[in-house]
T-cell receptor, first 114, second 114 residues
Framework: DQQVKQNSPSLSVQEGRISILNCDYTNSMFDYFLWYKKYPAEGPTFLISISSIKDKNEDGRFTVFLNKSAKHLSLHIVPSQPGDSAVYFCAATMTAGTASKLTFGTGTRLQVTL | DVKVTQSSRYLVKRTGEKVFLECVQDMDHENMFWYRQDPGLGLRLIYFSYDVKMKEKGDIPEGYSVSREKKERFSLILESASTNQTSMYLC?????????????FGSGTRLTVV
């Protein structure tokens, strides 16, 4: 039972354009969401996060949008750069309870072309 | 710079062998996690530990066990390795309350079982 889904396994975007990565979740108890970026042969690194009390969080070129009613979040990268080429995972958690384990999506491979 | 270190980057083991994957963190984090990453399946939680000598099953614990005798070290044990355990294994840690930055991941261990 995949509680966090990324329906697009891959995405190709031209340098300078906007990249939009999407993520859907089914568990209404999730109240905190994160995006991680992963290069080959490296561990995932934290990118940006959002609490369910917000609908938008921005950090430089990266913006995450949350639509709670639709159980949907998206990551916007503007402008896209070749160094953004990586696999992006969205993750969700329930902040109540111990350890606050993260449930990850299946990932979207972003390729930014010149 | 804070770190999560996984002892091996690449490992090849034979079917039936007992395999130990080691993870050490230097951040004095209470919580530690083991995930495996497979194409199309994303990151799936195997086991996690709230603190020393404490452990909890994740979503796919079958065929695995863990050990946490010291705060900084979390070991994943494959009791009898099988080919379907060929995967990228990722260790992570976090300090309770530092939810905003999620986990810190190690670089991963690529395990091949032949």
């Amino acid at each position: 039972d995949q509680q966090v889904k990324q329906n697009s396994p891959s995405l190709s975007v031209q340098e300078g354009r906007i990249s939009i990565l999407n993520c859907d979740y089914t568990n209404s108890m999730f109240d905190y969401f994160l995006w991680y970026k992963k290069y080959p042969a490296e561990g995932p690194t934290f990118l940006i996060s959002i609490s369910s009390i917000k609908d938008k969080n921005e950090d430089g070129r990266f913006t995450v949008f949350l639509n709670k009613s639709a159980k949907h979040l998206s990551l916007h990268i503007v402008p896209s750069q070749p160094g953004d080429s990586a696999v992006y995972f969205c993750a969700a958690t329930m902040t109540a309870g111990t350890a606050s384990k993260l449930t990850f999506g299946t990932g979207t491979r972003l390729q930014v072309t010149l | 710079d804070v770190k999560v270190t996984q002892s091996s980057r690449y490992l090849v083991k034979r079917t039936g062998e007992k395999v130990f994957l080691e993870c050490v963190q230097d951040m004095d984090h209470e919580n530690m996690f083991w995930y495996r990453q497979d194409p199309g399946l994303g990151l799936r939680l195997i086991y996690f530990s709230y603190d020393v000598k404490m452990k909890e099953k994740g979503d796919i614990p079958e065929g695995y066990s863990v050990s946490r005798e010291k705060k900084e070290r979390f070991s994943l044990i494959l009791e009898s390795a099988s080919t379907n355990q060929t995967s990228m294994y990722l260790c992570a840690s976090r300090k309770p309350g530092q939810l905003y930055y999620g986990y810190t991941f190690g670089s991963g261990t690529r395990l091949t079982v032949v």
